[in-house]
């Protein structure tokens, strides 16, 4: 089934320790990508998103993602994490072709401690 | 500027009773409209998707229809909830290829 994985479903780090979080697609052919943030208590944001181009993406408060399309991969990154930076994040795929449908994943729900 | 209203915050509704969910979008014509499900766990699961008005598309099959009566309006229904229909309920909208915006949500729970 066409679906999209986010592999971590809970992270928790220290403040400045290097964040990675796996998103992985199946669908083939042209996708838009997406990683929305949602913090406690509030809706969700837009963190970044790849149409095309430059296939390393850079986002609000210093997250990037890379697109490597061999692997039907978007992973999120930020070098240094921050005691702010937690909350949930959600991969999310926009299949190109005329679809309307934005697919996520389950979402990571990630915690930084002081 | 668009922004997206979606009321009520929470609902609290009986098992059996009926439902009815509305979100409104200004400042945007012609936008694709969704609903999505949260659940802990699960992440957003999507349930209906409209491209115009009265053309309604549905993802998974359960207890809750959806309506686009007029172009910036998405109703979320159903006729008797179930237990299992307890969940955070989002919409949003959004145009072709470019993301989406969300509402704040409706928290339903069914008891």
């Known amino acids: 089934a066409q679906s999209v994985s986010q592999h971590n479903h809970h992270v928790i780090l220290s403040e400045a320790a290097s964040l990675e979080l796996g998103c992985n697609y199946s669908?083939?052919?042209?996708?838009?990508l997406f990683w929305y943030v949602q913090y406690p208590g509030q809706h969700l944001q837009l963190l970044l998103k790849?149409?095309?181009?430059?296939?390393l993406v850079k986002g609000i408060k210093g997250f990037e993602a890379e697109f490597i399309k061999s692997k039907f991969s978007f992973n999120l990154r930020k070098p240094s994490v921050q005691w702010s930076d937690t909350a949930e994040y959600f991969c999310?795929?926009?299949?190109?072709?005329?679809?309307?449908?934005?697919?996520f994943g389950a979402g990571t729900r990630l915690a930084v401690h002081p | 500027s668009q922004t997206i209203h979606q009321w009520p915050a929470t609902l609290v509704q009986p098992v059996g009773s009926p439902l009815s969910l509305e979100c409104t979008v200004e400042?945007?014509?012609?936008?694709?409209l969704y609903w999505y499900r949260q659940a802990a766990g699960r992440g957003l699961q999507l349930l209906f998707y409209?491209?115009?008005?009265?053309?309604i598309s549905s993802e998974v099959p359960q207890n809750l229809s959806a309506s686009r009566p007029q172009d910036r309006q998405f109703i979320l229904s159903s006729k008797k909830l179930l237990l299992s229909d307890s969940g955070f309920y989002l919409c949003?909208?959004?145009?072709?290829?470019?993301?989406?915006?969300f509402g704040n949500g409706t928290r339903l729970t069914v008891t």
């Open positions: 790849y149409f095309s181009g430059d296939p």
């Open positions: 999310a795929v926009l299949r190109g072709g005329g679809y309307n449908k934005l697919i």
């Open positions: 409209s491209v115009g008005i009265g053309q």
């Open positions: 949003a909208w959004g145009l072709l290829g470019s993301p989406l915006h």
């Open positions: 669908y083939g052919g042209t996708v838009n």
């Open positions: 400042g945007t014509s012609n936008p694709n």
